[in-house]
């Protein structure tokens, strides 16, 4: 199947060659030729299938002709996030550079002003989040009876977060007659009736929900021991294992994902203190921000993009490296959602998910979805093939009273519990170190000055303890058997 049979025109097939495609996905390949009939669609599709272009490339068709009056868009597309919404405008932007449609963003955090004043003059295309269209709306900022087209997308994650209430607010002010595009990567029994109330014999197309992650992607799972000393004490073990983990991989670029809000901040703020040059991203920034921070990520000024599920939905960042589950994700689903970040069209992706014993109810039903196992994987700096950073080694330095006890194994119990002791060094070093300026990022991934490996150095520093608290001379307390040996007397 090409583009060119799917009744697209001249303009479109040439922005779409521009952007470099060679042959529709089977969302777009199936979508199109109904959009552009005027068939309502029930898409069970996520993102990373292509279903953006899907209804992008016949609505830009469709709005090619006519024209938007004052106040009054001719299609809405309604969005769960922000930075969705934003990229989807981009999508317009891309497939609509040789078509002369307006457009504006209605998302909040943004100046209402600026928005208003676009709308005021006439737009083909209105991208809204929920909340701030229902603001303007009763402001009486806007009409919603000349809607023809109507977009509902990711109508699983406006469950989750919501919206679904404002959503049928919305669509109860627009026209009855119109066409409606719904797309869900899940079909929960709220949602399919949803579907029903708002849909008109709609064409369904399901297109395989990736359950299993791209085969290009590298998957390991680092289970961090308990410190034995409470939740506090176990997070500072996990960033501490997320950190040497980052120095042993050198991503060129990470998203690493949180299951909250706050431990977004934690993780960014303690990266940050450790020198790496990370970025954050979650629901209470202001949208500036939050546009600022994304559009540094993708400019590579920010190499580690802390963030929340809700915040990175959807985000299209071509040729990530590199996405680290600092938190493993309660629902499976998000967990092929996150890896599917990297590992796109083909290139090849390393996805590594930090877990603790507690986890693995999570674990369990991730292994389930995906059909597979994820394979576990040394704590990072176990293995022979990867320098520790000088400052990890530093951190981990053996108090005087650990260096003269026995060791026995890293992976051992007491290796979990040695890890915890050490490991309230570096968070105490992190506010001594706060305010310095950012170490430079090879040196922070390790990539300088390999220290010696751990056992060399812990060797070393064993020995100076021991020179101090007794000094050896020659053989020491070492008597060789020779001397032992009894003289037999002369004769
Ligand atoms: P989406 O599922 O809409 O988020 O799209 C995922 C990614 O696929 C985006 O980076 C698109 O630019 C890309 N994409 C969309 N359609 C095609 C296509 N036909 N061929 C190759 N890549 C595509």
Known sequence: MTFEELGLGEEILKAVGDAGYSSPTPIQAQAIPQVLMGRDILGCAQTGTGKTASFTL??????????????????????????????????????????????????????????????????DVLIATPGRLIDLFDRGGLLLTDVKILVIDEADRMLDMGFIPDVERIVSMLPKIRQTLFFSATMPPEIRRLADAFLMNPKTITVAPPSTPAATVTQGLLMIPHSGRGGVNDHKLKREALRKLIGEEKPKNALIFCNRKRDVSTVFHSLKRHGFNAGELHGDMSQPARSATLEKFKNDEISLLVCSDVAARGLDISDLSHVFNYDIPTHPEDYIHRIGRTGRAGKSGRAFTLAMKEDGKYIERIKKLIGRDIPPMPMPGETNTAPASNEAAKEEAPTPAESGEKRQGRGGRRGGRDRAQKNDAPEKNDQKRAGKPEAPKAEASGKKDPAPRKSDSRQSRGRKTEDKDSAEVGLGKHVPAFLLREIPPQK
């Open 58 to 123: 016949p609505m830009i068709e469709i709005l090619g002709q006519g024209r938007a009056k004052a106040r009054m868009p001719r299609s809405l597309i309604l969005e769960p996030t922000r930075e969705l919404a934003a990229q989807v405008a981009e999508n317009f932007n891309t497939y609509g550079k040789y078509h002369r449609l307006k457009k504006a963003l209605l998302i909040g955090g943004e100046s209402m002003n600026e928005q208003t004043s676009v709308l005021n003059r006439g737009v």
